[in-house]
């Protein structure tokens, strides 16, 4: 089974929720379970459903692993909660495909915080 | 099957709006039409070379039209302001992402790479002559109001200082708001501290002079434990501030105060406040020209209205602006400004044209009336006829004063406040209470900011409950004329005494 290595930034007041730590190093497995499920072992993976590792999935397994606190404020109806922004490779997600967007090997994904008021 | 109606999205799959889809357009930059864009705004792709241009002509637009005295047509004349500049920071996403661009467009010196390139702009372009002859920044500390609130004052001023050498920064309080002494410093007439009984619609006032005086903190807290539910909290925060510096504006001689609220903020605020009745001073949360008096005119201009958070924040990312932030009081959350502002961003995600929308359709928004003076409160305009219509369309307590505070021959003559509020502070202050405090229900006081302490003459008790305007003239300042017994009069002139 072959892995990604991902850059992880967080910004904007976000990292307040990941340990207080701005910058992660995360691996993850390049076939992950279509139904994003984070708790799957990679040895079950050949029973379930899968497909590439994908920003959506990104997300949830963040939210199972890194976050420490107060995952509402992450996520919100199986995406990021309004108000995030996420960059890949310093692009807008919206260009990418947001959540569909398929992880490639090095990718700087980062999550800023828009709720800073004005 | 298409919906006939506006159903009920739980039930009926159709009555549900339908998100746009993802954008899948072109990914070239709409601007240069050669890049890779990098950001879409508004369905609108633009790269990262092309995005700061595209700020600039934001704020230009915005902000350059209302910065001569006389308003420009012209794009020939130079830009040369008749005062000083008063930026407000309030250590929001706004707030540093506006000083950031202000102080490229117009404070800083042109960069060698600029000389040679010959990229000078031509001899009106604003960096080549100060448009305003010194700028201050100013920020407002709130800490003092909330126990355990985190005091940000000596971190924001040291990012400050260090990031804008020659800059002037200005350190406010939000107790301010209640002391003389900082009434005095910034040339307010002389006032009395004083305070409104809530418990009357009329909001009748008292002075403290018989009363044991708080310090400016005590009287802050007490006028926020005071107020009746969590949306007067913070449409009276937003309130104060905003006053303070627009009399911190008159003291710095400034003729400009810019405000770093976005497009998003600035949505909130429309739909927020005019469902607190501030409908009349819509045109004012985009722009405003402050006339408390015959010789002071302050244009508030917010250059950031039509840049949309997301636009802030990508430039705070991409030129590494470090954001304080703001810090959030207790149970704000459960204010409407809260609530409005879930779901404005929200709103704002899944389809960011509405957000332009909302701040568009109130520009084109005018009162059928003329304001007849300023609010006391908000030095917002006064419409007219304001506890008319309020008689009109609820039910109200009457107008006789309580018991603890009726008139009589030694005791203060009762003054209404409520004929010099707006609908909208009127509300903010009537309000039923709904916060559940604890503490005395019986008679919540609530202390008054020193510019509300000041009234104009002549005001009569039939004022308020006719409906009827009083004949407001803002050169005039307020005396109250009441007897006093004698031990409170030695109270008052007792160091004078030859004893």
Redesign the interface.
């Known amino acids: 089974m072959s892995t990604i290595s991902l850059q992880i930034e967080f910004?904007?007041?976000l990292e307040l929720l990941f340990s207080n730590q701005k910058r992660h190093t995360l691996t993850l497995p390049s076939e992950v379970p279509f139904d994003n499920n984070t708790k799957t072992q990679l040895d079950a993976l050949s029973a379930v459903k899968t497909k590439s590792a994908d920003l959506e999935y990104l997300m949830f397994h963040l939210r199972d692993h890194l976050l420490r606190d107060r995952p509402e404020l992450f996520m919100e109806a199986g995406t990021v909660r309004?108000?995030i922004?996420v960059?890949i490779n310093?692009?807008?997600w919206?260009?990418e495909?947001?959540g569909e967007y398929v992880l490639q090997d090095n990718d700087e994904i980062?999550f800023?915080s828009?709720?800073?008021?004005? | 099957m298409v919906s006939e109606s506006c159903g009920n999205p739980s039930v009926e799959s159709e009555a549900i709006m339908t998100r746009r889809p993802?954008?899948d357009k072109s990914?070239i930059c709409i601007k240069c039409k050669v890049n890779?864009?990098?950001?879409?705004i508004r369905h609108a792709?633009y790269c990262?070379e092309c995005f700061p241009a595209l700020l600039n002509s934001k704020i230009r637009r915005i902000l350059e039209p209302h910065i001569n005295a006389k308003p420009e047509l012209s794009r020939k004349k130079s830009l040369k302001a008749s005062g000083n500049l008063l930026v407000a920071f309030?250590g929001?996403?706004?707030?540093?992402v506006l000083l950031d661009l202000i102080s490229r467009i117009y404070l800083s010196p042109w960069t060698e790479e600029e000389v040679e390139g010959n990229l000078k702009g031509g001899k009106d372009h604003p960096r080549n002559q100060p448009v305003w002859k010194s700028v201050s920044i100013c920020y407002v500390e709130i800490a003092s109001g909330f126990p355990g609130m985190t005091d940000k004052t000596m971190k924001i001023q040291q990012i400050l200082r260090e990031k804008y050498k020659t800059l002037e920064f200005i350190s406010l309080r939000l107790e301010d708001a209640f002391d003389m002494s900082w009434w005095d410093k910034v040339g307010g007439k002389a006032a009395l501290d004083a305070n409104a009984d809530l418990t009357n619609d009329e909001l009748f006032i008292s002075s403290t002079l018989t009363t044991p005086t708080l310090n400016p903190v005590e009287r802050l807290r007490s006028y926020i434990s005071a107020l009746p539910t969590h949306t007067a909290i913070e449409n009276a925060i937003h309130t104060l501030i905003r006053v303070l510096l627009l009399y911190t504006a008159r003291s710095t001689q400034s003729s400009h105060l810019l405000?770093?609220?976005?497009l998003t903020?600035l949505s909130i605020r429309l739909i927020s406040s005019i469902s607190q009745g501030g409908g009349f001073s819509v045109w004012e949360e985009a722009y405003e020209e402050w006339k408390p008096d015959s010789t002071t005119a302050i244009r508030v201009i917010r250059p950031l209205q039509e840049v949309t958070?997301?636009e802030?924040?990508?430039w705070a990312?991409w030129n590494g602006l470090l954001?304080v932030?703001?810090e959030k009081y207790p149970r704000a959350k459960e204010g409407i400004y809260a609530l409005t502002k879930?779901f404005i961003?929200?709103l704002?995600?899944d389809y960011p044209s509405t957000v332009s929308t909302i701040a568009r359709t109130c520009s084109k928004l005018a009162p059928k009336v003329e304001a007849v003076g300023l609010c006391i409160f908000c030095e917002r305009p006064l419409q007219p006829g304001v506890q008319l219509w309020k008689s009109r369309i609820s039910l109200r307590e009457t107008g006789q004063p309580t018991t603890a505070s009726r008139s009589s021959d030694s005791s203060p003559v009762l003054q209404s406040l409520t004929p010099y509020l707006c609908y909208s502070c009127h509300t903010m202050l009537t309000s039923r209470n709904s916060k559940g405090v604890s503490g005395n229900p019986a008679s919540p006081s609530l202390p008054l900011p020193v510019w509300a302490s000041i009234h104009p003459r002549g005001l009569s008790d039939d004022v308020g409950r006719s409906g009827m305007q009083p004949d407001l003239n803002g050169n005039e300042e307020l005396w109250l004329r009441r007897k006093i017994d004698p031990d409170e009069m030695k109270v008052v002139i007792g160091d004078f005494l030859l004893e």
């Open positions: 910004g904007g007041g309004p108000g922004l960059l310093n692009t807008d919206e260009l495909g947001e980062v800023i828009t709720l800073h008021g004005g | 993802k954008h990914k890779t864009g990098a950001i879409v792709v990262k309030s929001g996403l706004g707030s540093t405000l770093g609220t976005s903020s958070t997301k802030c924040s990508m990312w954001v932030g703001q879930d961003i929200g704002e995600r």
